[in-house]
């Protein structure tokens, strides 16, 4: 029988991902690396904003490699469909639970900013089930539905940091580069 691995605290998650090399920065590694490392909740507290009309973007670590944000969502907030334009994700829930529900690009035409999607899958994901974006089928949106009946935390780790994601509308067949912004950066609000 596998035994659960022991929470560390976010100070000591950060360190030991800070010690990951670039070589080691892969897709399976950073993976193993979640469910190895799984967060004590209480540890992220200082890093946790709510605002009950959005979710929030919170920045606990950034590096020339990666970015660790704490992102909060109220029930029933959600993510816009998006893509990650090319950057690799990984995500873990040391809080409550979540859905990511994937998509499929079937048809794209980037000069016109038009395209058309269909569903892949959906994934839960709780605090012993990380998950991380399929660099094939990157597009997905992430949300915590009202039946869940809780606030969730989501840690992301974005390999390379940049500032900007693709966002889609499957409604209207369209998408396109959108500016990211934090809530807050190390503990501080902006």
Not at 11 to 37: I, M, P, Y
Not at 152 to 171: G, K, N, Q, T
Request: charged share 25%; proline share 7%.
């Amino acid at each position: 029988m596998e035994t659960a691995p022991a929470l560390v605290a976010i100070s000591d998650f950060v360190r030991e991902l800070r010690a990951v090399s670039e070589a080691g920065f892969t897709l399976e590694r950073v993976q193993r690396f979640l469910r190895e490392h799984p967060v004590m909740p209480e540890t992220l507290e200082a890093y946790l904003v709510w605002d009950a009309q959005h979710y929030t973007r919170n920045l606990i670590d950034k590096t020339d490699l990666y970015e660790l944000l704490a992102i909060c969502w109220e029930p029933g907030q959600t993510s816009a469909v998006h893509n990650h334009d090319g950057q690799l994700c990984w995500m873990a829930a040391p809080i409550g639970r979540l859905m990511v529900e994937n998509y499929r690009v079937l048809e794209s035409d980037e000069e016109r900013g038009l395209c058309r999607l269909g569903p892949a899958d959906k994934v839960l994901m709780e605090p012993n089930r990380p998950s991380a974006v399929d660099p094939a089928e990157p597009v997905h949106r992430v949300y915590n539905p009202h039946e869940f009946g809780q606030r969730a935390v989501s840690l992301h780790i974005y390999s390379r940091p940049f500032d900007h994601c693709l966002v889609y509308s499957p409604e209207h067949g369209k998408y396109g580069r959108i500016e990211l912004a934090y809530h807050s950066r190390y503990g501080q609000l902006v």
